[in-house]
């Protein structure tokens, strides 16, 4: 429901959250975890403009009427499992104290701004579980065809249930986080055995990761209505996958190893309340979803997003892909609704991610699996370099936000280097 902290003419008395390229403007006001030059003890703040609001020193100060100890945590999971009226409250008492339309304690609330530049932004939940889904059509399809038959690229589940596997919480990090090249069991075509070795196909996975905030009881399964009321908020995701291991080792039970070994998050997580002026219908369903899956409310987001990389030759990054999350043929809420629908509890924390995020065009492909077609079709890169797969040293940066009237919703960034795989 849309309300004064989404006014599209609200402006900050912080100048810098009123330029229209900012990610974070008042009408975003995302929540992250950092430590300062200042202060090393981990504090939850919101981003505004160039700057961190620290909640713990805001409602230390009385400023803020929230218990300052949901705030002075290492994530904000604590915070999260108040539950929608709290989250409401705070985002709106917080749009009051940064908008212009308070001035009076403009000086009081600078107090408790740190600059952005001086803060190191730390993963900003603690993971309780990881479930990844398989809910972009163009996706599955691309997939189904390079793999299976083209003319039955989708299995025949697919159009019915959101496909999904659960993935390893313990490996999920924050931007800026190395990432080591995993090694696995390959098996070549021309090979009659497999052997043990660095993967040779490591790619992205362009995602959405939607955050868990109210949880549901064990045996308690959610509406589609309730399941999109508990997911706090959103994160960029890229699932880094080892597609030559998940090739050999995906039948009968699916990915494991391929995609254990790391899973990268932006560190500011977009509420749900933020993204309600970009709430949008997804593509239509046929068959028709079976009764406790059907969405008749919008539950797709309108995310512009793209992915760069940077090669380590290179100083400049270069665009590879651009999509939108409004095309995922299941949605958030539907994933969430399936997750429970056995009695599973969900809790606060739960991360889902949304599947790669594939459009219909070549430039919109959210992998390299698919941009390079299991790499026959070699990526050229405007340094000469090309690329089949990512390479040591090659660092990719997913960054995504809404487009509104003067002003923008941004994540951030989600940035992973890769390292040299462990020598064995």
Known sequence: MLNATHDPSLISWLTSANNADTDFPIQNL????????????PHVGVAIG????????????????????????????????????MWTRCRQHLSQLLSTQNLVLQQKVSLALVPQNTATLLLPIKVEG???????????????????DP?????????????????????????????????????????????????????IELEMGAIVGAPNEMGTPLTVEQAQANIFGFVLLNDWSARDVQVWEYQPL????????????????????????????????????????AQIQPGNYDVELQVDIQTQVSSLSQTISQTNFRAMYWSSAQ????????????????????GTISGSTKDSLGSLLELTWNGQNPLPLANGEERRFVEDGDTLTLQGHCQGQGYRIGFGSAVGKILPAHRL
Not at 266 to 271: E, I
Request: aromatic share 10%; hydrophobic share 35%.
């Open 50 to 85: 160039s700057d961190i609001v620290d909640l713990y020193v805001l409602a230390e100060s009385g400023l803020l009427d929230i218990d300052p100890s949901l705030f002075d945590e290492a994530n904000i999971n604590k915070f999260m499992a108040q539950g929608s009226d």
């Open 130 to 148: 990881y479930t990844d889904f398989y809910a972009s059509k163009e996706h599955a399809t691309n997939v189904g065809t390079m793999f299976r």
């Open 335 to 354: 994933q969430l609704t399936h997750h429970s629908s056995s009695g599973c509890a969900m809790q606060t924390g739960d991360l889902l991610g949304s």
């Open 151 to 203: 003319k039955n690229a989708l299995m025949p589940n697919w159009l019915h249930i959101p496909i999904g596997y659960n993935g390893r919480a313990s490996t999920v990090v924050v931007s800026g986080t190395d990432v080591r090249r995993p090694s696995g069991q390959l098996k070549p075509a021309t090979n009659n055995k497999p052997h043990f070795g660095p993967t040779q196909k490591l790619d």
């Open 30 to 41: 995302p929540f992250g975890v950092f430590t300062s030059a200042q202060n090393n003890q």
């Open 254 to 293: 699916g990915p494991f190893q391929a995609k254990a070994f790391a899973t990268t998050i932006s560190p500011w997580v977009v509420t749900q309340e933020a993204l309600q002026p970009f709430c949008v219908h997804g593509p239509e369903q046929h068959p028709k979803p079976l009764a406790y899956l």
